[in-house]
């Protein structure tokens, strides 16, 4: 059985990847498709603990990288390839994408290092689609709803993140499906439903 597809939600803090994701899930359930919805960081046993320090504690920005792959890891082989394997969809809300920019464009560490890094936590695994939900980072701020260390920080920073997923968007145009977060989610749930049909339902 050829292995199920991969969709990752990427974009700034309170983009609305959350409500997407579970829309979509909710969505393919009702189309009789298997499917899982899953996070990071926490989508594992070991993430579940790893979360609310990634989330909460300070720490110095080599070691928040360390901690993210540590959690990718442990969710790509135990979680997320196993489902693929056994042909559940996977819809993971933030994947390699995210440290990327976060400790990339935002914390200013290395990207080609990055990149080799997540190559291993991810075991090479590649999102088929990687819906990226843009805004204005303020339009996205005013959203959020978690208070989180990261929603925290300065405009500049959180500006970083958006136009790095702009550029990484740019660099994979196959992979990535941006839509506009200013519309109304039942308007982004359309776009991507079609999405899907085309890519991997054969609508
Ligand atoms: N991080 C993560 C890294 O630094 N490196 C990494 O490698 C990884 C994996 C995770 C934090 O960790 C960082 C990034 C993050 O800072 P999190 O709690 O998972 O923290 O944070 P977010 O992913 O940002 O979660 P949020 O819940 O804040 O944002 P969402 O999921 O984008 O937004 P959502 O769906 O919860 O929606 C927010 C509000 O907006 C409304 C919703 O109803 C909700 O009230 N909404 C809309 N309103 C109007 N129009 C729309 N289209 C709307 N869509 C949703």
Redesign the pocket.
């Known amino acids: 059985m050829p292995r199920a597809p991969f969709i990752t939600?990427e974009?700034?803090?309170?983009?609305?990847?959350?409500?997407?994701?579970?829309r979509l899930a909710d969505w393919l359930h009702a189309q009789g498709v298997p499917v899982l919805l899953t996070?990071?960081?926490?989508g594992s046993a070991l993430g579940k603990q790893l979360r609310p320090i990634?989330?909460h504690e300070p720490l110095d920005a080599w070691a928040?990288l360390f901690l993210?792959l540590a959690?990718?890891r442990q969710h790509t082989l135990q979680v997320i390839l196993p489902a693929l394997e056994r042909g559940t969809w996977v819809l993971c809300?933030?994947?390699?994408d995210?440290?990327l920019v976060?400790?990339g464009y935002?914390r200013g560490l290395d990207i080609a290092l990055i990149q080799r890094l997540n190559a291993l936590a991810t075991a090479d695994l590649t999102p088929d689609l990687t819906v990226l939900?843009d805004l204005p980072v303020q339009d996205?701020l005013a959203?959020?709803?978690?208070p989180?260390r990261?929603?925290a920080e300065t405009l500049a920073f959180h500006t970083r993140i958006r136009e790095g997923y702009l550029q990484l968007a740019h660099a994979e145009p196959s992979r990535f499906l941006v839509l506009d977060?200013?519309?109304?989610?039942q308007t982004?749930q359309a776009a991507l439903e079609q999405e899907l049909r085309v890519r991997f339902l054969g609508d």
Do not use: C, M, W
């Not at 974009?11 to 579970?22: D, I, N, P, S």
């Not at 809300?93 to 390699?96: F, N, P, T, V």
């Not at 959203?143 to 978690?146: D, F, G």
């Not at 977060?181 to 989610?185: I, N, S, T």
């Open positions: 939600f974009g700034v803090e309170g983009a609305g990847k959350t409500t997407l994701a579970q996070r990071e960081p926490g990634l989330l928040e993210f959690d990718r809300d933030r994947y390699a995210s440290t976060y400790q935002g939900i996205a959203r959020a709803n978690a989180n990261f929603e977060g200013r519309l109304p989610v982004l």
